[in-house]
């Protein structure tokens, strides 16, 4: 079945230290999205992507990088910059635009998440 | 402005009682696509309902209904009998032809069903 994997399921990072999220796919979809979550909050956009090699910043892309070298992967790394990294980090992808009238299309499809804390 | 409003943050029924959920979208855009997705406490996002703007034919499935209305810019979602299962944060978002691939997610309800 096809489907959307993040990993690690949690992850601790010291203070000044760049972690990498990794998010991979296996729907064939053209784009993809890196969102977070704060506790009681809803989703921000943090970057997403609408095909390989390229990538545009969402509302809070600062403190964040990411590349899109292959259609299925779209890793996010959490810099040192980011100054309150602590979050629940999803991971999300979904056809072309044009494609969502079509009969059984579900829209995005998301990952189980990776729950980042600083220590 | 907030493209997608969710003005419930929390909700706490009793079992088996009825529970509305709103959501008031904004978009200029005459084709669009509104979606319902849950998310249960291990935190990934259930896709729940997809709705285009050209079809206003309200749905049931189950215990579950949605109410879309183009007039009022909404698109509300009800629980019938609602289980304790059904206890998660829910979260409506709306997807226009204009900014394409990019979805607007309102900053959802968390609905606690006390048995």
């Known amino acids: 079945d096809g489907g959307i994997t993040q990993s690690p399921k949690y992850l601790f990072r010291k203070e000044g230290q760049n972690v990498t999220l990794s998010c991979e796919q296996n729907l064939n979809h053209d784009a993809m999205y890196w969102y977070r979550q704060d506790p009681g909050q809803g989703l921000r956009l943090i970057y997403y992507s609408q095909i390989v090699n390229d990538f545009q910043k969402g509302d809070i892309a600062e403190g964040y990088s990411v590349s899109r070298e292959k259609k299925e992967s779209f890793p996010l790394t959490v810099t040192s910059a980011q100054k309150n990294p602590t979050a629940f980090y999803l991971c999300a992808s979904s056809i072309n635009y044009l494609e969502i009238p079509k009969q059984g299309v579900r829209g995005y499809t998301f990952g189980s998440g990776t729950r980042l804390t600083v220590v | 402005a907030q493209k997608v409003t969710q003005a419930q943050t929390e909700i706490s029924v009793v079992e088996k009682e009825d529970v509305t959920l709103d959501c008031v979208y904004e978009?200029?855009?005459?084709?669009?696509?509104l979606f319902w997705y849950k998310q249960p406490p291990s935190g990934e996002l259930v896709f729940l309902i997809r709705r285009n703007s050209f079809d206003e034919q309200n749905e049931i499935s189950g215990r579950y209904s949605w109410n879309f209305q183009k007039s009022t810019s909404s698109f509300n979602f009800t629980i019938t009998a609602s289980q304790v299962v059904d206890s998660a944060v829910y979260f409506c978002?709306?997807?226009?032809?204009?900014?394409?691939?990019?979805?607007?997610f309102g900053t959802g309800t968390s609905l606690t069903v006390i048995p």
């Open positions: 978002a709306l997807s226009e032809a204009e900014t394409g691939n990019q979805f607007y």
């Open positions: 978009t200029r855009d005459t084709t669009y696509y």
